[in-house]
């Protein structure tokens, strides 16, 4: 079963960036659906960004025209860049496909 390992969280200003990182055990070329979901304190799992193998991408609505969700099949990859960050996406941030097992997922937290 593919693993993933996340990276690249930490604390950011309001309108800062960021940019996440999900390194998969194995190659991703075969999995049709990858995903970022994100989950703060007292709340529910949220889905953030979808990608497909093709490249198809759909985005929750809270981060749209904000967040970036891309695949880099060639280096086991996928990538969530953040920009204009607010204290609402305060989070753990997660990668997943259908059928893996939750990683430890990356802290992010926006504050001034």
Known sequence: QVQFVE????LV?????LRLSCVASRSISS???MAW?????????????????????NYGDSVKGRFTISRDNA????YLQMNSLKPEDTAVYY???PGTSW??????????
Request: charged share 10%; glycine share 20%; aromatic share 6%.
């Open 37 to 57: 979901f994100r989950q703060a304190p007292g709340k529910e799992r949220e889905l953030v960004a979808t990608i497909t193998w093709g490249g198809s991408t």
């Open 95 to 97: 990668c997943w496909s």
């Open 7 to 10: 990276s690249g969280g930490g």
């Open 75 to 78: 280096k086991n990859t996928v």
């Open 31 to 33: 999995i049709v659906n």
């Open 103 to 112: 990683g430890q997922g990356t802290q992010v937290t926006v504050s001034s």
């Open 13 to 17: 200003q309001p309108g800062g960036s």
